[in-house]
């Protein structure tokens, strides 16, 4: 089993709807999660982060952390062609004691004009 | 405002020769990581590093790879003698002290091993 677990993809919206990513971590007390977007050839950038159970909502971004189910999840409202990307989930993993994230493969995202 | 700073941001290599991989963080940042991207794969953490200490290299190879963050300075990734399986994408990343694990990446550095 993988630490952090993504779907690949790709996941394809059509323009202006609300894609979901999905993100499931093994290390069940694991304390801070982050969901970056990485376009093609480029680095990756912070969209956010989350550490408690519930909702966080950024803009068009909502973050969802439920810690008993192990998962975290990204919803983007709007999509738009621009949002097209790679979404990466990394997870500090507590039970290492370290301060490294741990990064899921991936999801990628085709958003349809 | 600079953010993390990386060069060179592409190095090409030929087998056996040694790569210097250069990372600058934000002003004021104290951690330092490098993480490593294969083609097609995620990011793998390898080693992360506080001025002049490393504090946890259990990502990184243990043969050919070194990491220093010295007092002043970049922070180098070097790999010796490389092979073309080192052919990669190699980022470096940065966070405050106090800020928790937020990490904020360079533009990362793309090297070619013929």
């Known amino acids: 089993q993988k630490e952090v677990e993504q779907n690949s993809g790709p996941l394809s919206v059509p323009e202006g709807a609300i894609a979901s990513l999905n993100c499931t971590y093994s290390d069940r007390v694991s304390q801070s999660f982050f969901w970056y977007r990485q376009y093609s050839g480029k680095s990756p950038e912070l969209i956010m982060s989350?550490?408690?159970?519930g909702d966080k909502e950024d803009g068009r971004f909502t973050a969802q952390l439920n810690k008993a189910s192990q998962y975290v999840s990204l919803l983007i409202r709007d999509s738009q062609p621009s949002d097209s990307a790679t979404y990466l989930c990394a997870v500090n993993m507590a039970r290492t004691g370290r301060r490294a994230l741990t990064f899921g493969s991936g999801t990628r995202l085709q958003v349809q004009p | 405002n600079a953010g993390v700073m990386q060069n060179p941001r592409h190095l090409v290599r030929r087998r056996g020769q040694e790569a210097r991989l250069r990372c600058s963080p934000v002003?004021?940042?104290?951690?330092v990581y490098w993480y490593r991207q294969l083609p097609e794969e995620g990011l793998k953490f390898m080693v992360y590093?506080?001025?002049?200490?490393?504090?946890?290299e259990s990502g990184m190879p243990k043969e050919r790879f070194s990491a220093e963050f010295p007092k002043e300075g970049p922070s180098i990734l070097r790999i010796q003698q490389v092979v073309r399986g080192d052919s990669a994408a190699y980022f470096c990343?940065?966070?405050?002290?106090?800020?928790?694990?937020?990490?904020?990446f360079g533009p990362g550095t793309r090297l070619l091993v013929l």
């Open positions: 590093l506080q001025k002049e200490n490393i504090i946890d």
């Open positions: 990343a940065s966070s405050p002290e106090g800020a928790g694990e937020t990490q904020y």
């Open positions: 002003k004021g940042h104290s951690h």
């Open positions: 989350i550490y408690s159970n």
